[in-house]
């Protein structure tokens, strides 16, 4: 922690404080969505669930849609619900939903710069990007091991109301449309 009360930037994923808030949001949407299983919730409800703002719920809830994590939850107007059973989607399965559009934006950024830099520089840029998929792949296989069906245990209330074992709640539940 800094003296600031924020988190130090090793305390995210991947040191990257973007990347870490929309995973772990990510995450929160789809627990929410499949403790309210079988209904759909709407997507102001998932915003107000998780504590983040519409907007970057709505552009979660497309990423997760277009990864096929979750789909629309019928005639309702931006109602979702889970595609499938938690315990078959891994956290390597959202993580890269989440983190395709930031390596496509960090390619298109490297390609802008690469017109105007200099030859080290591109040899460098080049290099940080091996670097990075590496570390990427390595984050990925570990992620793997981790499926989502295991935060349904975590995060399920127990009779008393309150987390088992003194976890605090990933999400609090999620509300049906």
């Not at 772990?24 to 919730?41: E, T």
């Amino acid at each position: 922690m800094h003296a600031t009360g924020q988190p130090a930037d090793d305390a995210f994923i991947l040191g990257d404080r973007i990347l870490h808030v929309r995973f772990l949001a990510a995450i929160r949407l789809l627990v929410c969505m499949m403790r309210a299983m079988p209904h759909a919730i709407a997507a102001s409800g998932l915003a107000q669930d998780i504590e983040q703002p519409l907007r970057l719920v709505r552009a979660l809830l497309r990423r997760l849609h277009q990864s096929g994590l979750i789909v629309p939850g019928g005639a309702t107007r931006e109602t979702w619900r889970c595609a499938q059973d938690l315990r078959a989607v891994t956290f390597a399965d959202v993580f890269r939903s989440i983190s395709v559009s930031r390596a496509g934006a960090a390619a298109s950024g490297m390609e802008e710069r690469g017109a105007r830099a200099s030859s080290a520089q591109q040899n460098v840029d080049l290099l940080l990007m091996q670097v990075t998929m590496t570390i990427n792949r390595v984050a990925l296989q570990q992620l793997q091991q981790f499926d989502l069906g295991r935060l349904m245990m975590v995060t399920a209330p127990n009779p008393s109301g309150t987390p088992p074992y003194g976890i605090p709640y990933l999400a609090k539940p999620g509300r049906a449309a």
